[in-house]
DNA sequence: CCGGGTCGTGTAATCGAATACACGCACGGC
DNA sequence: GCCGTGCGTGTATTCGATTACACGACCCGG
């Protein structure tokens, strides 16, 4: 690989005029800059981006960790992450905690040790030991999706309880009140928040959810599957389920289809987190949508803004119910 | 940030001998040793990883270039190259192509200019203007998932002739004579491999494809969607569609629903690539899946084999048949 | 005709680590 | 008691860029 000191060499220059050619800078005589160029081009010179970083303190790089890429909401905001970035001239790394508090800070110190620019990270758990590192390197952080209770990071998420509260509202409309709730893990923020926001918008209407009809997930499949399964086992079961994430959603609905019940006859089915299969089965499900990929560039221009020193802009997105058919027909 | 020498100076001792005692060298006293670590401690030492990769020539990172991050089959592959990728601690960088060659071509070089030290490419098409560069740069390279002929890069990959050879199988035994094709672009080897063993399977079984009834769509949702309504439109439709690509079922699939089309008894459905959700449609769709997992963690093996200089493992994987409702009952 | 200001360019230090080479010391054999 | 050997450590160079500073050429005004 050609290195600058060749491409000053055969353009008879020193490397301090290759540089400033290359940069842009106090313009260098066009014919000089002519020289460069060509030298440049007939070495096929590439920079070494690792020298460049080591000095200018700058890797153009961001981090991204998030809680698991096999859950399509975060395949989305991976590439809606990516999609910002490159606009910007920033590749990320990425690295996948897997919902893993001990991958997740393995994975925090990997991409700090990287001289990331910049970190965006969707906390697994309210477990915030690695933000001390993060601000002990002065590294710029955003906090996605879920948020932690820590000063400084500016968090971006969706705010789903108006969406809560009008999906409270059709199914108390459409006759349920036996509603069971799939909820997330008591140590996320979304996982409590959507749960109390669901809880206290059935609450006013005046049909408070039954707390032996609460359960907790992990947001993954399985825990979906078993807690509907353990719903469905109730003394009395409820007469819709609500899964507060997709791939929960999935699990359940997995487990409806095994043990034969018909939806939204014999049990209704709302999940939290649209998906593009979801309008495909049958019924059709109901579903309080994410702006995913409004998120997800949000989240990287408030990264740059922080990088750059700026105020990053206040960002507020909402959640919105989409009815479709799986908690019965429409009034 | 602390660097190492202050962490030299701090255990008085040489800059080297820090190093030494890091790298695991050639032993130091270990009273020195414990010196030295107790420095690193002390002083929340942390190498820098620019400066070391810029010193030894290796960035203990790879590079992934997938086509499509929302296609679940990549980010299925994403996260277990990943995942493969830390178990022999690297790290990986990943670019999205969106099916596209030039942003494709860009990102290559852009990972390349972050050295790399292995690329792992999932090529759009065919193009093939990209590898030299590879090449020049002395970069190992593996291809993934689909093949373009190229002297060297090993390609790890699912052969599905015999699955396909299967699935022709079950459908003539279930009495589709007229089968659509929904293939994937004619430019890529996935594309074309899929199409003519299919081709092949059927001729076998005396029931060639009818021409007229093989489209082609370029792996993305929409395409399906456009494709299953063109075959539906012929004269003499197919009493069953064939999506090579898991996106391109899923707008097919769509495009029945939204044509009020009952599945198998008016048109039956099979679809290439398996997903969690396939089974939960109504009926539950017939597939060929494809070990994306083994995939993944083959393509980082073989190249991290390559970036030792060793050979890399000859790995067969095969795509296999998993017969659900969606093509007619079962004989 | 000379002093001062631009402007383009080169020299050399710097970023933070790895490592070839050299040095000094202890030890052992003759 | 001398010299060779080996081991632990330090000195100095290197990786490939950026950039502060200096220098010389040139131009212009007094």
């Known amino acids: 690989m050609a290195t600058m000191k060749d491409v000053a060499r055969r353009a008879g220059v020193s490397t301090a005029t290759v540089s400033r050619v290359l940069n842009g800078h106090s313009a260098p005589t066009p014919e000089t800059r002519a020289r460069v160029l060509a030298a440049v081009d007939a070495l096929e010179y590439r920079p070494n981006v690792l020298a460049r970083s080591l000095r200018v303190h700058s890797t153009q790089t961001l981090g991204l960790v998030i809680s698991d890429l096999l859950n399509p909401f975060f395949a989305e905001i991976a ?4 999609d910002e970035a490159r606009k910007h001239g920033y590749v990320v790394i990425f690295g ?3 919902e893993n508090v001990e991958q997740q800070e393995r ?10 620019d910049g970190l965006l990270v969707c906390p697994a758990t309210d477990d ?15 906090l996605l999706d879920r948020r932690i209770d820590v000063g400084g990071a500016p968090v971006v998420h969706a705010d789903g309880a108006a969406a809560l509260r009008e999906l409270a509202a059709h199914l108390v409309g459409l006759g349920h009140r036996r509603i069971g709730v799939i ?3 008591e140590d996320t923020s979304t996982g409590r928040e959507r749960l109390h926001a669901f809880n206290d918008a059935l609450r006013s209407l005046g049909y408070p959810v039954a707390p032996d009809l609460v359960t907790h997930g992990d947001f993954r499949r399985r825990s979906g599957a078993d807690a509907a399964s353990w719903l469905l086992g109730r003394p ?20 409806l289809r095994r043990l034969g019940r018909r939806i939204p ?23 309080v949508a994410q702006p995913t990929e409004e998120m997800g560039g949000a989240a990287v221009r408030s990264l740059l803004a922080l990088i750059n020193g700026e105020e990053p802009e206040e960002v507020h997105l909402d959640a919105r119910l989409v009815v479709r058919a799986s908690c019965g027909e429409r009034l």
């Open 96 to 98: 996948n905690a897997d």
């Open 79 to 82: 590439r809606a992450v990516e």
């Open 128 to 142: 915030d030991g690695w933000v001390s590192e993060v601000n002990a390197r002065n590294v710029p952080l955003v």
């Open 265 to 287: 006859d014999e049990v209704g089915l709302a999940i939290y987190d649209d998906q593009p299969w979801f309008p495909l089965f049958e019924p059709a499900i109901t579903v």
């Open 236 to 255: 009395e079961p409820p007469t819709v389920l609500v899964a507060m994430d997709n791939l929960m959603g999935l699990g359940a609905l997995e487990e």
């Open 107 to 116: 994975y925090v110190r990997t991409l700090l040790d990287r001289r990331v």
């Open 183 to 185: 909820s997330g893990p």
